[in-house]
């Protein structure tokens, strides 16, 4: 058991960090909490526990066998914390300084942050919001711990204890220049084929877009794939006045079409539609700060769902 005679929750939370992350900086950005503090904290834990309980190795902060004993019941307080008092405290939007974190693609980010803070403007002018770039491996551990609030994308199968809501369908578009010699007749397997294509790869994200980008390099040649991009709003910029081809989910096309002069077509080849979702771990069911961003994000960029 862990003695908690003069240790604080923030610096167990300190503990928790540092062992997650392998690193006093990275500790310090995650709880938002100047760098010395983070030290000084981790100095009274380790005189505390009479343990070093993280050395440092080449690789990071490594946690000692005393660390490693510990981290479970330390979640543990934690988690207590955050179920039972955090969410049962009440939220006031008008006051609350929270900091909510979202994972989303760029262009997620893009769609929702600039959204959230006009909404959030009048009735929430402190609440912070931070966008996070996706990554399907750390992503469950993220909405597990708290380090991420809500995930907003297409992620079929993510583990038990993850609570997803459905924000809006969605489908495949071919965008291109104005003009684009696709454009004139109706486009073929063929000539889709034939034509230069700028393609987004999705595959150290692992959402639905991974599916489409697979299905494109399986029919288009090689030497026909011009450029790949990891962004969704880098992406339309990069076609340019040139005669390539971009295969992307229709909001994305649409929010370009006019600033570009982008025109868009279906595509010739049979791509599935996809339900973009915003997920969370179900400990934060009943946060009321959660629950209030959750009502925010689903307002903005859904067609009447709850969450």
Known sequence: MIKLADISLAE??????????RSVIEASRALDIPQPTVSRWLAKLRAHFGDPLFVRTSSGMEPTTAADAMVGSVRDILQIYRDRLIGERAFEP???????????????????????????????????FTGVPLGRDSLPEGLETGEIDVAVGGFPGLSAGIIEQTLYDDEYVCTMRQGHPLVATPTSIERFQQARHVVISARNAGHVHQQVEEKIL??????????????????????????????????????????????????????????????????????????????????????????
């Open 12 to 21: 167990l939370q300190v503990f928790d960090a540092v062992y997650r992350f």
């Open 94 to 128: 008008s006051t609350t300084q929270r900091n909510f974190t979202i994972a989303a693609s760029d262009f997620g980010q893009l769609t929702v942050l600039p959204a959230l803070d006009t909404w959030a403007e009048h009735t929430a002018p402190s609440a912070r």
């Open 218 to 307: 399986a029919i288009v040649p090689p030497g026909n794939v011009r450029l790949m991009s990891y962004s969704f709003s880098l992406a339309p910029m990069l076609i340019g006045d040139s005669d390539h081809v971009l295969t992307v989910p229709r909001r994305v096309a649409e929010l370009f079409k006019v600033q570009l002069n982008l025109v868009t077509m279906p595509p010739p080849i049979d791509l599935p539609r996809f339900q973009v979702k915003q997920y969370w771990h179900e400990r934060c069911q009943h946060d009321p700060g959660h629950r209030w961003l959750r009502q925010g994000i689903a307002k903005l960029l859904a067609s009447g769902a709850r969450a």
